[in-house]
């Protein structure tokens, strides 16, 4: 009932940036965990970047550290993926999910199997 829909990928060159969002239907929205998640071809879904509730906590894989920023406006209902330096590996769909439990840990806030809504993904291609 609760639909998650992501917006702003495409094709750029390696070093470029791109800038996704995701917008979240409800009421709830302030008070889930917002994670993005992504899955090239052939390989398993990863999760890169997470925000949580309490305090602002975030989670980066270690892949995108330092490149990517994860951000929330509640008043909006959106979460967003700043991805700068993008390389070739970071190719693949990029799907938002939003958990209803506010303060995952770092080390439970990246599986997959915390998150109970889902988009259905909007594609990043980095050439080189």
């Known amino acids: 009932q609760v639909h998650v829909v992501e917006s702003g990928g495409g094709l750029v060159q390696a070093g470029a940036s791109l800038r996704l969002s995701c917008a979240v239907s409800g009421s709830a929205f302030s008070t889930y965990t917002m994670g993005w998640f992504r899955q090239a071809p052939g390989q398993e879904r990863e999760c890169v970047a997470a925000?949580?509730?309490?305090?602002?906590?975030?989670y980066y894989s270690e892949s995108v550290r330092g490149r990517f920023t994860i951000s929330r406006d509640n008043a909006r209902n959106t979460v967003f993926l700043q991805m700068d330096s993008l390389k070739p590996e970071d190719t693949a769909v990029y799907s938002c999910a939003a958990s209803r439990v506010s303060d995952l840990i770092p080390t439970i806030i990246k599986r997959a199997t915390e998150y109970d809504y889902w988009g259905q993904g909007t594609q990043v291609t980095v050439s080189s």
């Open positions: 925000i949580s509730l309490s305090g602002g906590s975030t």
